[in-house]
């Protein structure tokens, strides 16, 4: 869910671990780097053959998007050069 252009936050209401390779948010505002609030790692969301993807969870190799059972992920908008340099 999108707080405007500062963030984001992302709910996972079931108990077990949602986990997904690609994440396609080609239909939302959010673009650039973010990082978690409680757990500090970035995300980035970048264009990539004119759709949105989210091309770094938590590590440069890993896309998607990953949150445990009823946990909830509290995203901040982080100048982009922090995703790079981590």
Request: charged content about 35%; some cysteine.
């Amino acid at each position: 869910m999108e707080r405007g252009g500062e963030g984001f936050f992302v709910e996972n209401k079931g108990t077990d671990k949602f986990d997904i390779p690609t994440l396609d948010l080609t239909l939302t505002n959010l673009e650039g780097c973010y990082r978690e609030l409680r757990n500090n790692f970035t995300v980035a969301v970048e264009k990539r053959n004119g759709k949105k993807y989210v091309t770094r969870w938590a590590t440069p190799n890993r896309g998607g998007m990953e949150i445990f059972g009823r946990d909830a992920l509290y995203f901040i908008r982080e100048p982009f050069d922090q995703c790079t340099d981590k």
